[in-house]
T-cell receptor, first 118, second 113 residues
Framework: DTGVSQDPRHKITKRGQNVTFRCDPI?????LYWYRQTLGQGPEFLTYFQNEAQLEKSRLLSDRFSAERPKGSFSTLEIQRTEQGDSAMYLCASSLRGRGSSYNSPLHFGNGTRLTVT | EDKVVQSPLSLVVHEGDTVTLNCSYE??????LLWYKQEKKAPTFLFML????IEKKSGRLSSILDKKELFSILNITATQTGDSAIYLCAVERTGTNAGKSTFGDGTTLTVKP
């Protein structure tokens, strides 16, 4: 168990540029989540996948945000035409959902990607 | 929309003190309430609570859930400087739209030597 890893750790970009973040979940976990966190706030849900299927996307999420999880392994989160309001810590988490049951393990978080839009 | 409110927002205590952190929630089709500790970057799991009145304990930390009054508390006894962190409360639902966790804004605990 090498934990959840995210890349890059930090990203500074100019307004209007596109950015892409990567998340590698714990290998045996079938669920993968993206959250956004700003100072003084708790993590805000963005989207989640079960295997390769994107099951839910926050209604607050702009169309500039898109996430993929090809083959149900790693995931990418892309933000197009970044705005200063996108500056935040982007956290990825994974969990194990038991097949045929309601069991869902606690979230295991990565260390996040801190995005600064100038 | 699910809602989680934590109090206090911040707390400063001295080593050896006992603290109680509060979490109230509103969620449709409640399944579980979870507590996480966030020190620098990644939140780490502390407790998962699903049943009322059953205390979960780990060392100096303990937590209990009241599903009738819709709240949970996290107690830390004999606090140490290493307990300084943001403590996050989250709820999960079951049924349709199950899966995501909704977080509160956290309680920032500072333990002074």
């Amino acid at each position: 168990d090498t934990g959840v890893s995210q890349d890059p750790r930090h990203k500074i970009t100019k307004r209007g540029q596109n950015v892409t973040f990567r998340c590698d979940p714990i290998s045996e976990h079938n669920r993968l989540y993206w959250y956004r966190q700003t100072l003084g706030q708790g993590p805000e849900f963005l989207t989640y996948f079960q295997n390769e299927a994107q099951l839910e996307k926050s209604r607050l999420l702009s169309d500039r945000f898109s996430a993929e999880r090809p083959k149900g392994s790693f995931s990418t989160l892309e933000i197009q035409r970044t705005e200063q309001g996108d500056s935040a810590m982007y956290l990825c988490a994974s969990s194990l959902r038991g097949r045929g049951s309601s069991y869902n393990s606690p979230l295991h978080f990565g260390n996040g990607t801190r995005l600064t839009v100038t | 929309e699910d809602k989680v409110v934590q109090s206090p927002l911040s707390l400063v205590v001295h080593e050896g003190d006992t603290v109680t952190l509060n979490c109230s929630y509103e969620v449709t089709n409640f399944r579980s309430l979870l507590w996480y500790k966030q020190e620098k970057k990644a939140p780490t799991f502390l407790f998962m609570l699903t049943s009322s009145g059953i205390e979960k304990k780990s060392g100096r930390l303990s937590s209990i859930l009241d599903k009738k009054e819709l709240f949970s508390i996290l107690n830390i006894t004999a606090t140490q400087t290493g307990d300084s962190a943001i403590y996050l409360c989250a709820v999960e639902r079951t049924g349709t739209n199950a899966g995501k966790s909704t977080f509160g804004d956290g309680t920032t605990l500072t333990v002074k030597p």
